[in-house]
């Protein structure tokens, strides 16, 4: 049995916006989210500038203050974006709800889960002792707590099934969602990604491994498919998308934002850091997800790259889009919204697909900024500094991620 599946729902708690409204305006008005840090000490570190959250109020969206206390910011940048997407879906799993809560499901996974958690809990065994570590650190820290705490607050008793999967978590988590779907274990499922690293552990940790760019001008830094970009800058936050089946949603009345049609799920089996350098695995990734979606040369194709700003990254990634497309790459539209966000890691796939159902929704493709100086080897039209304009009917994001996992999920427009 298969079946359709539509997003119905979708939130977002990024540094350029903390509701989907003021994220989707910035990344067409190109406004940059990356700053220098201000959350934590900078001065022994080799990098001082990330993505933040910034004016983010945990009551906003419906958090109370004791849960907000004793919570990893991973998974209250999950609940609120939950919150929103559920909001906006008018999915209700109680007495007299409109979901069968075993039928509604949570695949929300994070790249590190509670990093600033495992730390602070770390320092008190070695400084303190034992017996001062917190007995929440464990169901604090553990990265499947921030699905866990979304099902319970939402009575999803179905599948849960969090991702772990480095930078394409959240791709895969919506995949794998989709799939559940498709196939008839759920009716809907809340589906995306979260994290929260800009500490300094996260910071130093990414820095050495000479993965984060150097830049003094934090405004400059992110420079997705640009010849003078030197490493990914670090960033934070979640985005959520509620998955629903078609025909659940049309009886309900729901408001459908678009279809999700297709993913794609290789491995490299090359590096554990860098990405296969002539592009075929991901281009299989890619390939698959189209196919799944119908794609033709007829289809006007957006996609949101994952674009990281890397020296190995954006030329291979280029070369994957070739592979998958053949001549129709030089005719896709293309963009790498991380010259806005910066890279949220485990939830960049999630808050990309947003930006993929919006580009639909608004037939606009949103720009990647800063891309002054493309890089010769990035030949593609990758939107540079401006919003275009497009009747675009597919769109695709891809993921790739630290030990070589590769992922993609396409929408078409409804």
Not at 214 to 243: H, I, Q, W
Not at 361 to 369: C, D, F, L, M, S
């Amino acid at each position: 049995m298969t079946r359709r599946v539509v997003v119905t729902g979708t939130g977002v708690i990024t540094p350029v916006g903390n509701d989907v409204q003021t994220y989707w305006k910035n990344l067409l008005d190109g406004v940059c989210g990356i700053d220098f840090i201000t959350s934590i000490p900078t001065e022994d570190l080799p990098v001082k500038i990330a993505g933040e959250v910034k004016d983010f109020s945990p009551a906003d969206y419906g958090i109370e203050p004791p849960f907000a206390r004793k919570q990893d910011k991973f998974t209250i940048y999950a609940v609120a974006a939950a919150w929103q997407a559920v909001q906006e879906a008018g999915l209700n799993s109680g007495e007299d709800g409109n979901i069968d809560p075993f039928r509604y499901g949570v695949y929300v996974g994070s790249g590190i889960g509670g990093f600033t958690t495992q730390v602070r809990e770390t320092e008190k065994l070695i400084k303190e002792g034992a017996k001062w570590v917190s007995p929440l650190f464990i169901p604090t820290m553990i990265a499947n707590i921030a699905a866990g705490n979304i099902a319970i607050r939402n009575n999803a008793c179905g599948p849960c099934l969090p991702v772990v999967t480095a930078c394409a978590t959240s791709t895969h988590a919506i995949g794998e969602a989709y799939r559940a779907i498709k196939h008839g274990y759920a009716d809907a499922v809340i589906a995306g990604g979260t994290e929260a690293a800009v500490i300094p552990l996260g910071i130093a940790g990414f820095a050495n491994a000479k993965a984060l760019s150097r830049a003094e001008d934090p405004k400059y830094a992110s420079l997705p498919f640009n010849k003078n970009r030197g490493g990914f800058v670090m960033a934070e936050g979640a985005a959520m998308l509620v998955l629903e089946e078609y025909e659940h949603a049309v009886a309900r009345g729901a408001n459908i934002i678009a279809e999700v049609c297709g993913y794609g799920n290789t491995c490299d089996a090359h590096h554990v850091t860098a990405p296969r350098p002539d592009g075929i695995t991901q281009a299989a990734a890619i390939r698959q997800a189209l196919d799944e979606a119908g794609y033709t040369s007829d289809d006007v194709l957006y996609i949101n790259a994952h674009g990281t700003g890397t020296a190995l990254n954006d030329v291979s990634e280029t070369a994957a889009f070739k592979l998958a497309l053949g001549e129709d790459a030089y005719k896709a539209h293309i963009s790498s919204t991380k010259g806005s966000t910066g890279h949220m890691l485990g939830a960049a796939g999630a808050v990309e697909a947003v930006a993929c159902v919006l580009a639909l929704k608004n037939g606009v493709v949103p720009p990647t900024v800063n891309l002054d100086e493309i890089e010769p080897e990035c030949d593609l039209d990758y939107t540079p500094n401006r919003p275009v304009e497009a009747p675009l009917t597919i769109a695709i994001s891809d993921s790739l991620g630290f030990g070589g996992h590769n992922g993609c999920v396409a929408f078409r427009k409804l």
